[in-house]
């Protein structure tokens, strides 16, 4: 990546975070928004940057209802930088809570994200998460079929 190119895409990348901080500190769908639009723009310059779609993913997720996009940009975060265990989190969230769930996609994506992360409160989340999937896939008709 040129210089501008780096330039270009750190500038919307900062404006992107300062975007989501303001959608946090006022809950304006449209601060989100322009949020994502920030990120998209990094993008354009930064490609294979894959904390920007890890970003842009959580956004959609969380603010903007919209799991679809998200699991396309976690999944996409996830094939740049395996490591990134935030983005196995989330999308076993999306996976998860989405309309159709995916409770088979979600223990495998919780299953990753323990595999590789260290935070103690997130962790403790994600093992909740799990037992609770792997009780309801234990009832008769369980949820997760395998």
Not at 49 to 72: F, H, I, N, V
Request: hydrophobic residues 40%.
């Amino acid at each position: 990546m040129g210089l501008w190119a780096y330039l270009a895409a750190t500038t919307w990348t900062y404006f992107g975070l300062l975007f989501r901080a303001f959608g946090n500190r006022f809950g304006r769908i449209a601060t989100y928004e322009r949020a994502v639009a920030c990120f998209s723009r990094a993008l354009a310059h930064a490609p294979q940057d894959a904390s920007l779609y890890y970003y842009r993913g959580t956004l959609y997720w969380r603010e903007l209802s919209d799991p679809k996009q998200a699991e396309a940009d976690l999944t996409r975060a996830i094939e740049l930088n395996p490591a990134l265990s935030r983005a196995y989190l989330n999308r076993g969230f999306v996976r998860r809570y989405a309309l159709p769930a995916n409770p088979s996609g979600a223990m495998e994506d919780l299953h990753a994200y323990l595999d590789r992360a260290d935070d103690p409160y997130w962790r403790a989340v994600a093992m909740e998460e799990l037992r609770q999937l792997e009780e309801e896939s234990a009832q008769p008709g369980g949820a997760v079929s395998e």
